[in-house]
């Protein structure tokens, strides 16, 4: 793989846009992936193909991460998608909703890459921002940003890139919402979203199992605060904000989805409790921290 460093100078690149289409299959899909379940009242009218409830809102945001997983973008940034697998990994993002995600259609991503920063170790920040509208509409779905974090592939010259810094409150949580994890996850999200990367199959050096994708425990998260705050109506969140993701999340392990009330903000962080961890560590492990979300 050699000595791979992002170059400095894709700050400020455009790409082309990028169009994906979706299915009711692949929206019903994700919901599942991500906690929903006939089970539950509220999610019913999402898993009917004759329903006219919204998608989910991983919709468009995987439309972006699609966009961004493609050569154009990973050619420039790391030299392929090959080598994006052995170094990078998604850190913080921001996803900025517009109204209820159609549960079937077509998407228009338009991508930028606006900064490049390193940390005092050396690993690479880079801040990837899109818009998602609806091709057939012209609506827009979505606007965020998400920053990539490459392992060791700081260039000479980055400077500092801070992501979000959200206070979560000292007290115990007002809600918790848990779940077992299937041992398929990885399989259950890969097949809607397209997301392949090998991390999530194949078993790598230190650690006990692939590593379950970021982006759906984003939309695990998504699910839970909707089910507790919007009557399960996935069409009323705003914008989520995600500050951090400091440890992996393994297949089997269980999570609790930790809220607290702050005002018209709902803050959290999905935690592996001690007793469900298979990485031999100590205590609660938080896989995604800094959580904001908003109705």
Known sequence: MGDLRVPLEIAGTTFSDYEFAWTWETSQLLARATGCSIREAPDVSRMMKTSGAAGHPMVPFNGALLARNRDEVMDQ???????????????????KFFGAVPQAGRGRVSSRITEVGGTSKGHALVRFNFEVHDVSSGAQLLEGWMLMFLLGCAPEGAGALTPPRIAIPERAPDQVVAHDTDVNVTFDWAVPSGDWNTTHFVLQEGNPAPLTHGPRNMGLVISDASRVFAGGDVARLAEITIGSLPAPHYPPEPTETRFWKEGDRILGRLVVPAAGRIDGGDGDKVCIDQIELRF
Not at 82 to 95: C, D, K, T, Y
């Open 77 to 95: 940034l790391i030299g392929g998608y090959a080598n994006w697998q052995q170094v990078g990994r998604w850190g913080s993002g921001l996803a």
